[in-house]
Structure formats: C-alpha cells, structure tokens
C-alpha cells in the first residue's frame, strides 16, 4: 500500500461515521471487507491498524469540523453496507 492509500483509508474512518463505527466494532472484518473490494492493504498493514487504539478514532473525529463529516443517517448498521466513497 502506498503512504496516500494509507492517508485517504484514515482520512475515511475519521470522516464517514458509518465506516468508523463498523470499523470500531470489528476492525478486522471492516478491513478486510475494503481489502477485498480492491483497496491495497498488506496484511502487515491490516494488522497495525487494527492495533490502534479504538477510542482514537472517535476522539480525533469529534475534533473534525462537522461539515467535513459524512453523516450515518441510518439508525441500523448492516454488516452488507457499502464500503465506497
């Protein structure tokens, strides 16, 4: 995976609310789901993001302006969603 991969990846668990609470409930499974759909994840790479530490995700998020933020306007979170931007 390339240093901008990596970037835009962080850059969608921190701004799409939907993305980062499934990713905060299972970021191994979220992952991999992006992976399979054709992001270039190494699984060394996997494995270091799943190592962080989930509460940093919410805590940097809520330090985003909220305009930046791509809003979950479901109630119900489904394991099918859509992984695209």
């Avoid at 919410?58 to 695209?84: F, G, K, N």
């Amino acid at each position: 995976m390339s240093q901008k991969t990596v970037q835009l990846l962080i850059g969608r668990i921190l701004t799409d609310e939907e993305l980062r609470r499934e990713f905060v409930h299972d970021p191994r499974e979220t992952l991999t789901a992006l992976r399979d759909q054709g992001i270039e994840l190494t699984t060394g790479e996997l494995d270091a993001l799943v190592e962080i530490d989930t509460e940093l995700w919410e805590s940097v998020a809520a330090r985003i302006h909220p305009r930046l933020q791509r809003c979950c306007l479901s109630t119900s979170s489904s394991s099918s969603r859509r992984y695209q931007s």
